[in-house]
């Protein structure tokens, strides 16, 4: 059985940093390229960040977080990370975990406000 947990959310005020996480079970975690997306109140989801698998660990961002955000995964404790510093009121969102867009968890909040 495949599972995403996220984990890290919470509420922070405008300028600070979360670091969310994410541990896989149920599958070969090192071919998959996972991302982060989030999903603001009324919006679509979007792709925030992604690392490729398969041993090459290329990251790639949104524009809209580009320089704030760091995407890392640790191939050996099946976990992949999302450093989130600078943040905006703007960046409140539920995100989620996945693994080559094809398994999900279940999605953690992030809250940016004073």
């Known amino acids: 059985q495949v599972q995403l947990v996220e984990s890290g959310g919470g509420l922070v005020q405008p300028g600070g940093s979360l670091r969310l996480s994410c541990a896989a079970s149920?599958?070969?975690?090192?071919?998959?390229?996972m991302a982060w997306y989030r999903q603001a109140p009324g919006a679509q989801r979007e792709l925030v960040a992604l690392?490729?698998?398969?041993?090459?660990?290329?990251?790639s961002y949104a524009d809209s977080v580009k320089g704030r955000f760091t995407i890392s995964r640790d191939n050996a404790k099946n976990t992949v990370t999302l450093q989130m510093n600078s943040l905006k009121p703007e960046d409140t969102a539920v995100y989620y975990c996945a693994a080559a867009s094809k398994f999900w968890g279940q999605g953690t909040q992030v809250t940016v406000s004073a």
């Open positions: 149920g599958i070969m975690f090192r071919i998959y390229n």
């Open positions: 690392i490729s698998g398969g041993g090459g660990g290329s990251a």
